[in-house]
């Protein structure tokens, strides 16, 4: 009906169905800049993010799950001299310890997915999948359901689990405006007891967007480089993040209410080519992180933008939107 009655550009609309055919439903939340796609029954992720613009899914990213061929990666390179050979009989790696670098994910690639880590975690940590999960918020599913106002719509989903054994109750809500390029999203943490802080980030992965190359660049608020898609990052108090992909016309700002900690590296995954095995960029992770302490009642709240435009320059902090944030 949205689209029926307002202009091209200036509807949103939202949808229940099993897109994915898990048995499960899941919410199309769109309008006509982007379409999104969430999994409450899975961590209540954003498993598909649309930029109608330049029609690509910035969510295309990939679980990266044991392959036959790792265990010939882990055993080493070897020698083949007896003549022909096919890429399944010899073992040559175009670039050294590769053998370091293969690596599985325990859950998918995706975003909105909701940690707790231990406090002194590192950046190299996380990337290596060192880092111990001391929640149960990832994959275990969420209720959720949908808040209407004018010219827009909202997604709220919410789980009463556990952080270090500690009951807490998390909430989220994801608001898409008519005519909007952002994903205003809230986090509000209930039950935090007073004596203590926690170690909380939610996970972003953004594919499609390659590593070394000079047009595929992190910036800051001053529209300044930060280093290519593949750099590995740790940034303190932040309230901006930007990257870009000149080739694709991708510009994705990240912007947040109060002071923000952010990892951001590589996903790369062992490959086997016929030239041999090989390191290849699979996404970009960005996680913003904080040490969480409740208020007198226990609460804790952020907000942020995730913000799709199909630019080719980056922009300065001073053309982001406002924060308009609903509250719970």
């Known amino acids: ?13 939202v949808t229940t169905e099993d897109y994915n055919k898990d048995l499960f439903p899941e919410i199309r939340l769109a309008n006509g800049q982007l379409i999104s796609y969430f999994a409450p029954s899975k961590g209540g992720m954003l498993y598909e993010l649309d930029v109608r613009g330049i029609e690509h899914n910035l969510l295309a990213s990939i679980q990266r799950r044991p392959e036959p061929y790792h265990a010939k990666v882990l055993a080493g390179a070897t020698e083949n001299n007896s003549g022909a050979s096919s890429i399944h009989d010899r073992v040559v790696f175009k670039q050294e310890g590769l053998h370091e670098r293969v690596q599985h994910d325990r859950y998918p690639r995706k975003s909105l997915m909701d940690h707790f880590f231990d406090d002194q975690i590192s950046v190299q940590q996380v990337r290596d999948g060192g880092a111990i999960e001391r929640g149960d918020f990832v994959e275990l599913p969420f209720d959720a359901k949908l808040r209407r106002g004018s010219g827009k719509i909202q997604v709220q989903m919410k789980r009463t689990g556990n952080a270090w054994g500690i ?17 205003e ?12 802080s926690f170690h909380f980030g939610v996970e972003f992965n953004f594919a499609g967007m390659p590593s070394g190359a000079d047009d595929r660049f992190f910036y800051d608020e001053r529209a300044e480089r930060m280093g290519h898609l593949g750099s590995t990052l740790s940034l303190d108090g932040r309230d901006y993040l930007g990257m870009i992909d000149q080739w694709l016309g ?44 409740g208020d007198a009642q226990g609460r804790w709240c952020v907000s942020m933008d995730l913000i799709t435009t199909c630019e080719h320059e980056p922009n300065s902090r001073a053309a982001q939107l406002s924060f308009a944030h609903a509250s719970f």
Not at 1 to 12: F, G, H, I, S, Y
Not at 173 to 180: C, E, Q, R, V
Not at 185 to 196: V, W
């Open 1 to 13: 009906m949205d689209r029926l009655t307002n202009p091209a550009d200036e509807w949103v609309d």
């Open 167 to 183: 009951p807490l109750t998390l909430t989220k809500g994801i608001t898409l405006f008519a005519g909007s390029h952002a994903l």
């Open 185 to 196: 999203i809230t986090y509000l943490i209930e039950g935090l007891p007073q004596d203590r």
């Open 250 to 293: 991708a510009n994705i700002q990240m912007t947040w209410n109060r002071p923000t900690n952010l990892w951001c590296f590589p996903v790369e995954t062992v490959s086997q080519s016929e030239g041999g095995f090989e390191l290849v960029h699979q996404s970009v992770c960005v996680l913003p992180h904080w040490n969480v302490v």
